[in-house]
C-alpha cells in the first residue's frame, strides 16, 4: 500500500490518566468549572443579604437600647426641669449610639425619640417613661 502510513498501536495506559473518559468535544467538558462560580457567586449574594439584614437588626436595637435609656433618664430628671431633663436624655442617647429626635416632657412622663443608623439603615424608635399608675 503506497502512500498510506502504517498504522501503529500504543500499548494502552491503565491507571490514572489526566484526560477526561469523555471523547474529545463531549458537551458538557469544563462545566464544573461554570457550576462552581455560579454557585460561588450565589454563596456570596446570600453572605451579602445576611451581612445586610445583621446590620438593620444591631441598628434597630441600638435605637431603641437608646431610646429606652433616655425616656428612664428623662423621667428620673423630671423635676429639674424639661430643659435639664431632655439634655439628660440626649447625653445617655448619644452614650448609647444614637441621637435624641424628640423629648416631651408631661408632668412626670416622659416622651422621647431616638435615631440610629444612616441611610439605608436608619431607625427610629419611640419610647415612654414614668411611673407605675396603681388601679383602685
Known sequence: MRGQRPVVRLPVRRGWSRRSPRPRGAPDRGSATVWNVGAIAVLCVVFGVVLGLGHAVVVR????????????????HWAEGTAAACARADRVARAQGARLTRCVIVGDVSDVSAVSGGD??????????????TRP
Open 120 to 133: 439605608p439603615f436608619a431607625a427610629e424608635v419611640r419610647a415612654r417613661a414614668g411611673p407605675a399608675t
Open 61 to 76: 436595637h441600638r435605637a431603641a437600647g437608646g431610646a429606652d435609656m433616655a425616656a428612664l433618664a428623662a423621667a428620673d
